[in-house]
T-cell receptor, first 110, second 116 residues
């Protein structure tokens, strides 16, 4: 079975500090990995996907197949980054039936 | 403009009542999903539909049913609501061809359901 684990339910860092949200997955095949963000009172939005290898709002994430991880990183946190972040996995590339982690609530302190 | 619209936004209902949550989309996506969000549990898939004639159970389908009335509409029903179905419900869509924003989901704003 596929599983996505986000070990931190809550993460708090100061503005300007680096931030890393951890995501580990369990899947025997080749997964497609995503990060979604939910700002206060807004819907979930796609932040980035590993295939596109983009940097969105200063965030990056690298798929590490050896460690089965897809950690989200940003070198300098901004207050507007405060939100709920979900890591998600699609078992088969293009199949699009996502399995979500439990989410990490990130708070950026001024 | 909301691409994926959920109604109602909030609903309080009594135990044993039947309730329907509706989702409509203007994205032109062929795939639609219903998830529920609970604190500490993340999002869990209830049902999904890859086209109008395709309906599939997710990991927590017991107590729920769905109807895909058209490509743009996907409704979730609770036949006899119970308190542990109190949650935030999200509809999502995606494009099997990955057009536009790729294969990611587009979510609705959610329906907050309380069963008393």
């Amino acid at each position: 079975a596929q599983r996505v684990t986000q070990p931190e339910k809550l993460l708090s860092v100061f503005k300007g500090a680096p931030v890393e949200l951890k995501c580990n997955y369990s899947y025997s095949g080749s997964p497609e990995l995503f990060w979604y963000v939910q700002y206060s009172r807004q819907r979930l939005q796609l932040l980035l996907r590993h295939i596109s290898r983009e940097s969105i709002k200063g965030f990056t994430a690298d798929l590490n197949k050896g460690e089965t991880s897809f950690h989200l990183k940003k070198p300098f946190a901004q207050e507007e980054d405060s939100a709920m972040y979900y890591c998600a996995l699609s078992p088969i590339q293009g199949a699009q039936k996502l399995v979500f982690g439990q989410g990490t609530r990130l708070t950026i302190n001024p | 403009d909301a691409d994926v619209t959920q109604t109602p936004r909030n609903r309080i209902t009594k135990t044993g009542k039947r309730i329907m949550l509706e989702c409509s989309q203007t994205k032109g996506h062929d795939r639609m999903y219903w998830y529920r969000q609970d604190p500490g549990l993340g999002l869990r898939l209830i049902y999904y539909s890859f086209d109008v004639k395709d309906i599939n159970k997710g990991e927590i389908s017991d107590g729920y049913s769905v109807s895909r009335q058209a490509q743009a509409k996907f409704s979730l029903s609770l036949e006899s609501a119970i308190p542990n179905q109190t949650a935030l419900y999200f509809c999502a869509t995606s494009d099997s061809q990955g057009r536009g924003s790729g294969y990611g989901y587009t979510f609705g704003s959610g329906t907050r359901l309380t069963v008393v």
